[in-house]
Structure formats: C-alpha cells, structure tokens
C-alpha cells in the first residue's frame, strides 16, 4: 500500500514592486517667504495596477519647516476626486509628516507628475539651514493601495530637503 499523498500547501503570490519613482522635493526657499507649496512627484503609473490609495511617512527638522494647518492638498494625479491628508507627529525637533490618500470613486490612479502637494511653512532663518526629508523604513514607508486593498511599494523612493537662501 502507497502512503497518501501530502496535500500541497498553497504559497501565496507575492504583490509585485511597482515600478515607480515617488520624489521627495529638493528646493530651496529664501527667508523672505514664509508659505509656500512644493510638489510631491511620480513617474509615470500604470492605470492598469488599479492604485485607489497610498500613504506613507517622511521626517522633516521643525527648526527648518514645519507644515500649514492643512500639510498636504491634492494636486496633479489627486487634485480631483481624491481625499489627501496629513498629520504632523512627535515631540522634539525631528518629527513626520504622515501621508493618507484615496480615492473617493475607486478612479485608479494613471499617469506622471505631481502626486500631491505638500503646504510648507519656513521656520528657520538661517541661510544655509537645511533639512533632510527621508522617507520612514517598513512598516511606515511610502506604499500605494490597490483596489484588492494590496500594499505595493515603489521600486524608487528617493528623498529630498528643503534649504533656507538669503533673499
């Protein structure tokens, strides 16, 4: 008599990286401006990847800049249709900028360019001042949400800082 047969365990299907840049900015501002807006931008998205939300965190110097009332606003791939919003988190001077976006369709995302905008407000005064702004390591990276609720991570996250310049 043959012994039975294992069942098979099932592996899932891991989700595929996408392949897509999302650009922290790297600009500068001189200390004769207090608000101003910076562009988050993508390389092109497939629409096909069906990507109905995102979020992420990145850390920023609040002695550099800190972020208007409403941090971040949709713009470009998410001026419409799109619930974009941003919280401020932490004590001390380094603190995050959390990201969370959706659709309110399920419209996927498609295209390139600006993903959302970012509200800054300068704090520092200082010419040559500078802040890093980096993106946070797994699990609060920088991730897109497809419709099946998947997390799919870009292939490129590069980060990027705002410097102070004299007027």
């Keep these: 008599v043959d012994p039975p047969m294992p069942t098979p365990t099932p592996t899932p299907t891991p989700t595929p990286t996408l392949v897509v840049t999302v650009s922290l900015p790297i600009t500068t501002v001189d200390t004769a401006t207090t608000n101003f807006v910076r562009t988050v931008n993508t390389s092109t998205i497939n629409g096909a990847d069906n990507l109905v939300g995102f979020q992420g965190d990145f850390t920023f110097d609040s002695s550099i800049v800190s972020f208007q009332t409403t941090p971040i606003s949709g ?76 997390n799919r991570v870009p292939n490129n996250t590069p980060s990027g800082s705002i410097t102070i310049q004299a007027t």
């Design 75 to 150: 713009g470009g791939l998410t001026a419409t249709n799109w619930n974009v919003t941003g919280n401020v988190l932490g004590a001390g001077t380094i603190k995050t900028l959390r990201i969370s976006a959706f659709s309110n369709d399920f419209t996927p995302l498609s295209g390139s360019g600006p993903l959302f905008n970012l509200n800054v407000i300068r704090v520092s005064s200082t010419p040559g001042a500078s802040t890093p702004l980096i993106w946070a390591a797994d699990p609060n990276n920088f991730y897109f949400i497809d419709a099946d609720l998947n």
